[in-house]
């Protein structure tokens, strides 16, 4: 059975913010944020994957091939922001190109990707919000394992295109996942869930599952509870948990930020099997 090598992982949040363009004058307030994202990133490379899937949460369960595109034109900038390198600009949305069909997760994710300046290829995987845990962990190790597709979870149609965007169609080279998600948006007030004392123990709860690298903490994090805090990191943070499992073998993991700016919890983290170098 072929088991594809998962070298590095990077957990970023998603909020449009992060854009310095889409800031504005509140830029700098999040300058903390980006580096933190900018040096899990930059650790992911440095694991020297052949190709990336970034995963992140979206209205459906879907992939997502090279020539797909996201935008923040909803955000008040006209951008376009392609998943894979191009050599097209990127600062315009082009008719001919079709519709922005990235989610915003998985826009983050290639913005943020396209900041590193890399161009090595990359795919991507929209999770649904009510994604049950146990379909995104058979999510999770079907992208190391793409000749078990088609039998038991393993959903040939829904990763189809992550493993035809693949070297050897997919059952070779390193891999690195690039996943974005938020934590819970009810910690204050003025957070766009309001204020709910359940969000600050689950967002503790989150911080140490990423610090330690603790995919079972990861993987039964309650899916009802993370609805009604509107955390929406919780299915890209079980793919993930399920990848790595799969991966087999002892991980660590570094907490690089935790912090709800605007009342809704943000995390860093990068993650990377235990002897790999840091």
């Given at each position: 059975?072929?088991?594809?090598?998962?070298?590095?992982?990077?957990?970023?949040?998603?909020?449009?913010?992060?854009?310095?363009?889409?800031?504005?004058?509140?830029?700098?307030e999040l300058d903390e944020l980006r580096t933190a994202c900018d040096g899990v990133v930059a650790r992911l490379l440095a694991a020297e994957p052949d190709r990336i899937v970034m995963i992140g949460c979206g209205p459906a369960?879907?992939?997502?091939?090279?020539?797909?595109?996201?935008?923040?034109?909803?955000?008040?900038?006209?951008?376009?922001?392609?998943?894979?390198?191009?050599?097209?600009?990127?600062?315009?949305?082009?008719?001919?190109?079709?519709?922005?069909?990235?989610?915003?997760?998985?826009?983050?994710?290639?913005?943020?990707?396209?900041?590193?300046?890399?161009?090595?290829?990359?795919?991507?995987?929209?999770?649904?919000?009510?994604?049950?845990?146990?379909?995104?962990?058979?999510?999770?190790?079907?992208?190391?394992?793409?000749?078990?597709?088609?039998?038991?979870?393993?959903?040939?149609?829904?990763?189809?295109?992550?493993?035809?965007?693949?070297?050897?169609?997919?059952?070779?080279?390193?891999?690195?996942?690039?996943?974005?998600?938020?934590?819970?948006?009810?910690?204050?007030?003025?957070?766009?869930?309001?204020?709910?004392?359940?969000?600050?123990?689950?967002?503790?709860?989150?911080?140490?599952?990423?610090?330690?690298?603790?995919?079972?903490?990861?993987?039964?994090?309650?899916?009802?509870?993370?609805?009604?805090?509107?955390?929406?990191?919780?299915?890209?943070?079980?793919?993930?948990?399920?990848?790595?499992?799969?991966?087999?073998?002892?991980?660590?993991?570094?907490?690089?930020?935790?912090?709800?700016?605007?009342?809704?919890?943000?995390?860093?983290?990068?993650?990377?099997?235990?002897?790999?170098?840091?």
């Amino acid at each position: 059975m072929t088991l594809v090598p998962l070298v590095a992982a990077a957990v970023c949040p998603h909020p449009p913010l992060l854009v310095p363009e889409v800031a504005g004058a509140a830029s700098a307030e999040l300058d903390e944020l980006r580096t933190a994202c900018d040096g899990v990133v930059a650790r992911l490379l440095a694991a020297e994957p052949d190709r990336i899937v970034m995963i992140g949460c979206g209205p459906a369960t879907e992939t997502f091939d090279a020539a797909e595109h996201g935008s923040f034109h909803r955000y008040g900038i006209d951008r376009r922001v392609p998943l894979s390198p191009t050599d097209a600009a990127d600062r315009t949305d082009a008719a001919a190109l079709g519709p922005a069909r990235l989610p915003l997760s998985l826009t983050i994710g290639a913005w943020l990707l396209g900041r590193a300046g890399t161009t090595l290829p990359r795919s991507a995987v929209a999770v649904a919000a009510d994604e049950p845990a146990d379909r995104c962990a058979a999510l999770g190790a079907g992208l190391l394992h793409p000749d078990l597709f088609g039998a038991g979870p393993y959903d040939p149609e829904l990763l189809g295109s992550v493993i035809e965007n693949a070297p050897d169609g997919g059952t070779s080279g390193r891999l690195g996942l690039l996943v974005l998600g938020d934590g819970s948006a009810c910690r204050v007030e003025w957070s766009p869930g309001y204020d709910d004392p359940r969000a600050e123990p689950y967002d503790q709860a989150v911080a140490r599952a990423l610090a330690g690298a603790d995919t079972c903490a990861l993987g039964t994090l309650d899916a009802e509870l993370s609805a009604g805090l509107k955390a929406a990191g919780r299915a890209p943070w079980q793919v993930l948990a399920g990848a790595v499992r799969a991966a087999g073998g002892p991980w660590r993991g570094e907490l690089a930020y935790a912090a709800a700016p605007y009342g809704v919890t943000y995390f860093v983290a990068s993650w990377a099997p235990t002897g790999a170098a840091r």
